[in-house]
């Protein structure tokens, strides 16, 4: 959960496919609407309808809107699809809205502790991006990204776990470079129905943009046990004009 990350800015490209972002198990646990995840496996289906975006000072790109699909397909492997239709607006270009570019990824647990252990839970997760969507719009990359990351969780208190990892991004494209994005937070039970956390994270620059580091802040509310609405919201704060004004996260997530 997510997001370097397709959330953070990069002309040119989707903005809001949502790269590291797949709901773990239960509500609490971290992932979207976050752009760092943690280790845990979705027990069945999750699909979330979605909305992501950044905000620059020269450009707007969003996913308007984006269908991410995850499915547990053993309690150590979760399958994972991103359709996302992208929305870019820059400064003296015209707006353009079609599909973007569609999103694979597997998530694998390699740790799995009993519940007393000191040890976190530990996924690898890589993903790949393929240039489904029209770089000449602005609607894709035009070349194939991956990304692959390892994130861990562990429950601190009742009702507050900690969540976190990072990975290498390749980008082998003309105007980019490959980098590392790292990040991480905290998540915390309010209610048995309201869950509320915050994450801070950095992005090591590539030829197209600056290193960038920003935060998050975002819950999710379960409406029912099949219902779920996930919200984020943040900025950067290194390098804002370039790469991170604000930065939003919006999904009606639904699980069965």
């Keep these: 959960m997510t997001l370097s990350l397709p959330r953070l800015a990069r002309p040119g490209a989707v903005f809001g496919a949502v790269c590291f972002a797949a709901l773990a198990a239960t509500p609490a646990d971290a992932g979207a609407p976050f752009t760092s995840d943690d280790g845990g496996i979705t027990k069945n289906w999750e699909i979330d309808l979605q909305s992501a975006g950044t905000k620059t000072a020269r450009d707007f790109g969003a996913t308007l809107p984006s269908i991410e699909v995850d499915y547990g397909l053993t309690p ?117 129905k309201l869950h509320i956390g915050a994450e801070v994270f950095h992005q090591t620059g590539s030829l197209a943009n600056r290193p960038t580091t920003g935060f998050n802040l975002g819950g999710i509310y379960d409406v029912n046990e099949v219902v779920h609405v996930l919200a984020s919201a943040g900025r950067g704060v290194r390098n804002v004009s370039t790469t991170n004004e604000f930065t939003y996260y919006l999904a009606l997530q639904f699980t069965f």
Excluded at 77 to 82: D, T
Excluded at 105 to 122: H, L, N, Y
């Design 76 to 192: 150590r492997i979760q399958l994972h699809l991103v359709m996302p239709f992208a929305f870019t607006n820059t400064a003296g270009a015209p707006r353009q809205w079609g599909y973007g570019d569609t999103e694979l990824g597997v998530k694998i647990r390699i740790i799995d502790p009993p519940e007393d252990s000191w040890m976190p839970r530990v996924a690898v997760y890589p993903l790949i991006q393929t240039p489904t969507g029209d770089s000449k719009r602005g609607l894709g990359s035009g070349h194939v990204r991956a990304f692959l990351p390892i994130w861990m969780d562990k429950e601190l208190a009742e009702g507050w776990t900690a969540f976190g990892g990072g990975g290498f991004w390749i980008s082998q494209l003309p105007t980019s470079r490959n980098y590392w994005y790292v990040g991480g937070g905290l998540m915390h039970d309010l209610t048995e």
